[in-house]
Nanobody, 124 residues
Framework: LQLVESGGGSVQPGGSLRLSCSVSGFTLDYYAIGWFRQAPGKEREGVSCIASSDGSAYYVDGVKGRFTISRDNAKDTVYLQMNNLTPEDTAVYYC??????????????????WSQGTQVTVSS
């Protein structure tokens, strides 16, 4: 089970990026998907997750109202739209799967099959 993400890059504060998380060799239909990030010198932290069962989403407080997670099961892809980015959002972003249909929250130990990570840099 492999997750592949794309869409990272460099933007100025206030800018937007959209990350994509696609799968190879299986379908996303039966998994919740989470997004995480790790800034230099910091521990990996959860950002958001989305259920497979009903598409319900969870966000940590720091990204609510700025980030939107969505999924297209027909394309086996999950997206993270990030708006109004700030330098504090600078990190390597990862997606991972939780072998449940619903989102239990972004607890690292719930998730596996981590993607390779993509760098997001927000700087003026």
């Amino acid at each position: 089970l492999q997750l592949v993400e794309s869409g990272g890059g460099s933007v100025q504060p206030g800018g937007s990026l959209r990350l994509s998380c696609s799968v190879s060799g299986f379908t996303l239909d039966y998994y919740a998907i989470g997004w995480f990030r790790q800034a230099p010198g910091k521990e990996r932290e959860g950002v958001s997750c989305i259920a497979s069962s009903d598409g319900s989403a969870y966000y940590v407080d720091g990204v609510k109202g700025r980030f939107t997670i969505s999924r297209d099961n027909a394309k086996d892809t999950v997206y993270l739209q990030m708006n109004n980015l700030t330098p504090e959002d600078t990190a390597v972003y990862y997606c991972a799967l939780d072998p449940l249909l619903r989102c239990r929250g972004v607890v690292l130990t719930y998730f596996g099959n981590w993607s390779q990570g993509t760098q997001v840099t927000v700087s003026s």
